[in-house]
């Protein structure tokens, strides 16, 4: 009598236990509180005061609502952590400024590019255009230092053959100084000797000392001609240098500063640039502030974003993007979120919401 019972409860606490179970499969496979690792990069993600906001932030915020998901933010430090937490399970994806390459491509997966981005040099100074025309680069250099102390030295070396050259002439009767009083009898001997040292002189002593000083004094003029202009060269092309990040060829032998683990540290690496890696971006704004470094290299959006606001007329964005990059959403391999993400993602761009988010961020003001 009490069998058919309890086979029936029986079947009951399995079906239970059943459902149960596909519950549980259910919650492991498709949580709907994710961990979200981040990181602070302006304008991707903007951390102030705590709260998270920012192109990327945003997205998310968007995707995961038409999903219906919660999202716990955990913010990272630098890129290589941020991965670290999605490679140990700490995270259920990343979105920040990631960048899509082979090599994380082969170890995780990634959604449809978020963003069309490549790597950029930024280097100190309010702009080429205000550094280097011809006019000012011939204009600093009349009236450096350098040309003072020429000037200086010529004037003094002037003195000698003036007077002695006055002294002779100014007794000779056709002689080259009309006076014999030292004021002004010492001008035209002075006029004289800045004339032939820049070897432009109109007239000629007429006592034979005179003649023989002239002719030593036209030798020194030559000297005195040849070595100046190797100098003007020599800080022109100093000038030139100092002033020399072009392009990324240039950054080879030279401090760039860029964030740990980023694609930018990579190939500032490869292109034989000495890389100083800073975990904040800021840090790296704050060493070519200091010129402790002489460029930075990293993302373009990220630098064009500083360049226009905080480092406005400090800073000069050189050259166009010279790597091109896409950021992706990364999720650990077999993540199952990918595809849903990717078709949000997608709906996303088709209804206007993507592009809402993209002109708040980055639409020219
Ligand atoms: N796009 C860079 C990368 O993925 C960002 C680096 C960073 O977050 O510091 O390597």
């Known amino acids: 009598m009490w069998k058919p019972l309890t086979r029936l409860l029986a079947t009951i606490s399995i079906m239970v236990l059943a459902s149960m179970a596909v519950c549980q499969a259910t919650a492991q496979t498709a949580p709907t509180e994710l961990r979200v690792a981040t990181r602070v990069l302006p304008p991707m ?61 082969a170890e995780f997966e990634f959604s449809h590019p978020i963003m069309n981005a490549g790597l950029q040099i930024m280097v100190s100074g309010a702009g080429k255009s205000g550094e280097s025309s011809p006019l000012k680069d011939v204009l600093s250099l009349l ?29 000779h009767e056709s002689g080259m100084i009309p006076t014999r009083d030292y ?16 070897t432009q002189a109109d007239s000629a002593p007429k006592h034979w000392i005179g003649r023989i000083v002239a002719v030593l004094w036209m030798f020194t003029g030559v000297v005195f001609v040849a070595l100046y202009t190797a100098q003007l060269a020599a800080t022109l092309t100093v000038q030139q240098i100092a002033s020399g990040i072009n392009g990324p060829d240039d950054l080879a032998g030279k401090r760039v500063a860029t ?107």
């Open 45 to 105: 993600v903007v951390g102030q005061q705590g709260a998270l906001s920012g192109f990327s932030i945003e997205l998310w915020n968007e995707i995961s609502q038409r999903l219906q998901l919660k999202t716990t933010y955990q913010v990272a430090p630098d890129v290589a952590s941020l991965l670290t937490m999605v490679r140990g399970a700490n995270a259920n994806l990343g979105i920040a400024a990631i960048s899509i390459t082979s090599a994380r491509e």
């Open 143 to 171: 009236f450096s230092w350098t040309s003072l102390a020429w000037l200086g030295i010529a004037a003094l070396l002037i003195l000698v053959p003036a007077h002695i050259v006055w002294w002779y002439e100014r007794n």
């Open 183 to 198: 004021i002004p009898g010492i001008f035209y001997a002075l006029y004289w000797a800045a004339g032939t040292l820049a």
């Open 259 to 365: 964030t740990r683990g980023s694609t930018a540290a990579t190939v500032v690496r490869q292109l034989g640039g000495q890389v100083v890696e800073v975990r904040a971006i800021d840090e790296a704004y704050a060493a070519l502030g200091r010129k402790t470094v002489e460029a930075v290299v990293f993302d373009s959006p990220v630098l064009l974003y500083y360049a226009a606001n905080e480092g406005k007329g400090r800073v000069t964005i050189v050259g166009s993007p010279f790597r091109k990059e896409d950021y992706g959403i990364v999720f650990p391999r077999g993540s199952e979120l990918r595809n849903r993400v990717n078709v949000t993602l997608l709906r996303m761009r088709e209804d206007g919401a993507y592009q809402r988010i993209y002109d708040k961020w980055f639409a020219a003001k």
